[in-house]
């Protein structure tokens, strides 16, 4: 079973439209759980970091699920410059630094 | 403050011949990655270093490839000798190894075996 898991869609959605994005994670001591965002053609880069009580950053708002080991992305009001791939990301806090990817999700938006 | 370099950028070869690809990471981090992302498995995890050490290298193909990390601020990922299969991106990313510190990507090197 691998690590992450995610759906790797592609999403299209029409610009202002909200969508979801759900991951699961397979170990139990994942400690630290992220979102990246990767561009077409560019390096994965942290979105940001999803946190126990849930957390947003204007558009974007993450939950994580202990219990049943599940993390998500919310995108409200999208915005053409959003399209890209969005990669759930967990890390464990004894294997010093090392991520464990999810294949992503592809996201386009559409005008 | 400079992200993570790598070079070459791009990278074309012939099959067999030999290719080494050049990290350096971020100064003050502790962790160095070598990632590899092709379109049918995604971005998997080569190898990865702590304090200079090779820590994991279970996700080196085989013995084709080989990676170093002689000092703190310079990494090499060689392929000798490469094959067509080996036509991906490869990215370095480096980290601050204390929990939850974010793994900062560089550009990545294109490598195109013919």
């Known amino acids: 079973r691998k690590e992450v898991e995610q759906d790797p869609g592609p999403f299209n959605v029409p610009e202002g439209a909200t969508v979801a994005f759900n991951c699961t994670y397979s170990n139990s001591a994942s400690q630290s759980f992220f979102w990246y965002r990767q561009d077409c053609r560019k390096e994965p880069k942290l979105l940001m970091s999803?946190?126990?009580s849930g957390n947003e950053d204007g558009r974007f708002t993450a939950q994580l699920n202990r219990a049943s080991q599940y993390i998500s992305l919310l995108i409200r009001d999208s915005k053409l410059s959003d399209s890209a791939t969005y990669l759930c990301v967990v890390s464990r806090s004894s294997t010093l630094g090392r991520l464990y990817f999810g294949r992503g999700t592809q996201l386009t938006v559409w005008p | 403050d400079a992200g993570v370099i790598q070079s070459p950028r791009h990278e074309v070869t012939e099959m067999g011949q030999e290719v080494t690809l050049r990290c350096k990471p971020i100064?003050?981090?502790?962790?160095l990655f070598w990632y590899r992302q092709t379109m049918m498995r995604g971005l998997e995890l080569l190898i990865y270093?702590?304090?200079?050490?090779?820590?994991?290298d279970s996700g080196m193909p085989e013995d084709r490839f080989s990676a170093k990390m002689p000092n703190a601020s310079f990494s090499t990922l060689k392929i000798q000798p490469s094959e067509p299969r080996d036509s991906a991106v490869y990215f370095c990313?480096?980290?601050?190894?204390?929990?939850?510190?974010?793994?900062?990507f560089g550009p990545g090197t294109r490598l195109t075996v013919l």
């Open positions: 990313a480096s980290t601050r190894t204390t929990s939850g510190d974010t793994q900062y």
């Open positions: 100064s003050g981090h502790n962790s």
């Open positions: 270093f702590n304090n200079n050490v090779p820590i994991d």
């Open positions: 999803v946190y126990s």
